[in-house]
Each structure stands twice: as C-alpha cells, then as structure tokens.
C-alpha cells in the first residue's frame, strides 16, 4: 500500500486534485489517501504556508500530489512557496516536464534543475533600496546529477539529449553547467548528443519542436522553456510535472498555478493534474494504470466544465482499463 499526501493548496487546486483523486479512485489500486494543507490561503490563516504536521505527513509518505500555491507577487514576510520547500527539504532536485501532441510530432521531456540557479534565495537590496541583486548559483554536483538523470530518461525514450545553456555569455556559470554535461554524457555512448543556446532553443521549439526529444537546463531556463512547451501542446491546463530526487516521497503538481481568476467558477482544466497523478503511478510502479489515463486524458478535451471533464475520463478509465 503507497501512502499519498493530497495537498489541493490556493485557487483551482481546490478543484484539480479532488478530480485528479477521483480519476485514481476508479482504478482500485493499492493508495492510501491522506489530505493535508498548505499555500498562501494557509499561511494566510495560521502564518505558515507548509504547516509541520502537512511537512510530517509528507515525510511519512510515498508520493504527494500537491495543487498549486498562489504567491504574491511583492514580498509577504514571513511567506515562503510551500513547493519551494518542499523541493528543497526533500532535495527533489530534478523536475521533469513533459510535453506531448503526437499529431503535430511533438513528444519532448524538459528536465530542469530545481534546486539553485535563480531560484536559489540569495537576493538582497543595496544602494538604499535603488538596486536588487539576485545570485545565480550553479554548482558542479547540482549540474552532475541533474544531467545524468536526463541522460537516464532519453535512454527510455528516443535517445536524444540537449543540452540547453548560455554559455556564451553566462561563462562561469552556464560554462560550468556546460562542462559538467559533457563529461557525464560520456558515459552513455549511445546518446545523440547536442547543444543549444537557451535563446535559440527557444525559436527551434516554435520552428521545429520535433527536433527535441529530452532537453536539460538550469532552473529559470527550465521553467520558461517547459511554459513554451506547454502552449505549444495546449496550454498550462495539459501541462504535468514531477519534482522527484535520489528516495521518497516524490512530488507531483500541474504546472498552471492557482489562476484565481477561474477559481471557484467549476471551469479549471483537471487535465494536468490528473496527468500528473499518471506521473505518480509510474513513480510508485503502476506503470500499465499510468499509461491507461495518458491515453485517455490526451484524448479527452476539456469541455469548460471540470466535472464534466474528469467524469468523461473517469467513464473512459472503466471501460478501458483492465487490472
């Protein structure tokens, strides 16, 4: 028996992961389903976005399938992205993306580093307030196992990897991302290998988007690119994601956000967090059930009504699949 955590969080996450729970529910597999909070609306209510007991169950469990979080967009203090701890007291370092429109020949996995660059928290304020500084941090172990994860996933899939940088510019940092790439592909001979600078990887996605089948990059490069991905697929609503390390728990989340211009109005796609739910029964071993609501889900348009969606897959779920 695996032991989920159900985190619906801000916005539409308190109608996507109740959807994406109700899709896994007609499959009868072996999950326990523990619900737990976070988000701004609980900081909001007990001044921490990720409560201990929320952090206590996660750390007790096999997976977690979290909603999504509405970050303001000015510094609350004492706030802090329920996700982005998560990710860094897990060192779920590598967060994989799919992206997928078999027709239009689109089929690619971006995976982003998930725990510096960027995105690392070292900003600061000098010069009375007149200049904002942001460290981009890019170590080399950071760099080594996120680029042999990558390498792992495109041996499963066609066996093409990019390696997406600006190192051109960005030369000590993106330079030692680069570095560091090359030698780790060395150790999988079978590999097509290639680079690509972050700007112009961006124009091939749009021009060429067949060309690419796993991308790996820093994680602000990352996040844009895997948007990209997703409008070019339809859209964040169809987008999943999955934030996984070296043990358990893993965690899984749609890429959209809490969009709280829809929320409460019944209209949010479920779709990407029910996709994300199929990235979690892969991570748990129910790979046949995962592949089950891929197929489904892509082939399931959302009808502007999120019960209807998910009740239109969930009918497809019982008469297709077979334990």
């Given at each position: ?97 799919p992206a997928l429109l078999p027709h239009q020949g689109i089929d690619m996995l971006i995976v982003r580093e998930n725990t510096e660059g960027l995105y690392s928290r070292r900003e600061r304020v000098e010069d009375n307030g007149q200049t904002a500084i942001a460290e981009r941090v890019i170590t080399a172990r950071a760099s080594e196992r996120i680029v042999r994860v990558a390498c792992e996933q495109a041996m499963q899939r066609r066996k093409k990897l990019t390696l997406v ?159």
């Open positions: 028996m695996s032991k989920v955590v159900l985190i619906n969080g801000d916005g539409i996450g308190q109608e996507v992961i109740p959807a994406a729970r109700a899709v896994l529910t007609v499959l009868n597999l072996p999950l326990e389903f523990l619900e737990a909070e976070a988000g701004f609306g609980t900081f909001e209510k007990t001044g921490n976005a990720l409560p201990l007991e929320t952090l206590e169950m996660c750390e007790s469990s096999d997976a977690v399938l979290f909603g999504a979080t509405g970050s303001p967009m000015v510094k609350v203090e004492g706030y802090q992205s329920p996700i982005l701890t998560l990710r860094r007291h897990f060192d779920l370092f590598a967060n994989l993306r940088h600006k190192a051109n510019v960005l030369k000590e940092t993106c330079g030692l991302f680069r570095q560091i790439g090359w030698e780790i592909v060395k150790d999988f001979p079978e590999l097509e290998v290639d680079e690509v600078l972050v700007d112009a990887a961006a124009m091939f996605m749009v021009e060429n988007p067949g060309r690419f089948d796993v991308m790996v990059t820093t994680n602000l490069f990352g996040d844009i690119l895997s948007d990209l991905a997703a409008g070019l697929t339809g859209g964040l609503g169809i987008a999943p994601s999955a934030n996984v390390g070296a043990k358990k728990p893993a965690v899984f989340e749609p890429v959209h956000g809490s969009a709280p211009d829809i929320a409460g109005r019944g209209v949010a796609d479920p779709r990407a967090a029910i996709l994300s739910a199929a990235m979690m029964l892969d991570f748990l071993g129910h790979m046949t059930a995962a592949e089950t609501i891929r197929r489904i889900t892509y082939a399931t348009s959302h009808t502007g009504d999120t019960t209807r969606t998910t009740y239109t897959i969930i009918q497809q779920l019982e008469q297709q699949y077979v334990r």
